[in-house]
């Protein structure tokens, strides 16, 4: 009994300090080679960016411009222009630059748990964003939308459409936050160790591949994971989103794994 009490006493600094840092996939978008390009993350709803996207928002930040544009003002129960508010003052807290936030109010885009955003709409939207503020990687949430809500499900949809129609050569890259199973999703701290051990175990298998000759068989997707700091940077962002703070969303910030890790899918298109 009291050798499994100092073990589990000796393990809890230990997990600390696996905690502590942030990591990033070797291949996490190339960030040395980055320099101050535009990236956008799109989102639907003001929260998004900091339930599920705090992680990449925060890795990015010291590297890219990050912008971000939300398609709605989350308008569902007539609270549109507070979240509006609580969506400025929750960039505040992640350090997205007052010039670099875009909220769009449009009647085909509203927030909606029943229905689904066209495509071409979100295409036309994105184009003039594009051009405009010369964006070079899109970030949004794949097909399955995280939470599964339609209108994150739209999103990249919208972005598709704009890549496969758009006259902008090279066309912006396109990463898809990747949904992972329920099963998965609420593990808490779970999440950060599971991934840094994931990432050190590719590492590791890169350096034995690379030795062997033999580099490039294990394709890794990139992946950011929050340090201590960083996740507690995201929970005081949604804590700026006040009116969104009902119980089942104060549990989601504590257990969700997307507080603490993203992986993304570089979505590859023929135009
Ligand atoms: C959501 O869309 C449905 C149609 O799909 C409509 O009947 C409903 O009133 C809408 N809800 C809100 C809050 O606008």
């Known amino acids: ?34 320099k101050n390009e535009n990236f956008l993350f799109l989102t639907a709803h003001p929260d998004d960016e900091c339930m599920f996207f705090a992680p990449t928002i925060i890795s990015l930040l010291p590297h890219v411009q990050v912008h ?26 992640l350090g997205v630059k007052e010039g670099n936030r875009h909220v769009v109010d449009h009647p085909a885009l509203q927030d909606n748990i029943t229905m689904s955003w066209g495509a071409n709409i979100i295409s036309d939207i994105l184009g003039l964003y594009v ?22 499900r739209s999103l990249p949809e919208g972005v598709k459409h ?18 992972v199973p329920t099963s998965t999703k609420y593990v808490g701290i779970f999440a950060p160790l599971l991934a840094k051990f994931d ?7 890169h350096s034995v591949e690379a030795f062997w000759g033999a580099p490039g068989l294990t394709d890794t997707m990139p992946v950011f994971v929050a340090g201590v700091k960083e996740y507690l940077t995201a929970h005081r962002a ?12 104060r549990l989601y910030v504590l257990f969700s794994r997307y507080m603490w890790v993203n992986e993304w899918h570089l979505v590859r298109l023929q135009q």
């Open 1 to 34: 009994m009291l050798a499994i009490n100092a073990i589990i006493v000796a393990l809890i600094p230990l997990l600390c300090a696996v905690l502590y840092l942030p990591t990033a996939s070797e291949n996490a978008l190339n960030l040395p080679s980055l």
């Open 68 to 93: 971000v544009l939300s398609l709605s003002t989350g308008n569902a129960d007539g609270l549109g222009d507070i979240r509006r508010t609580e969506l400025m003052a929750s960039l505040d807290v």
């Open 131 to 152: 051009s405009d503020l010369d964006i070079t990687t899109i970030l949004t949430f794949d097909r399955a939308g995280v939470s599964g809500h339609p209108n994150h």
């Open 162 to 179: 704009f890549i496969e129609t758009t006259a902008v050569q090279p066309p912006p890259k396109f990463f898809a936050l990747i949904s």
């Open 199 to 205: 990432l050190s175990s590719t590492k590791l298998l």
């Open 238 to 249: 949604m804590r700026a989103h006040k009116s969104q703070l009902v119980w089942f969303r």
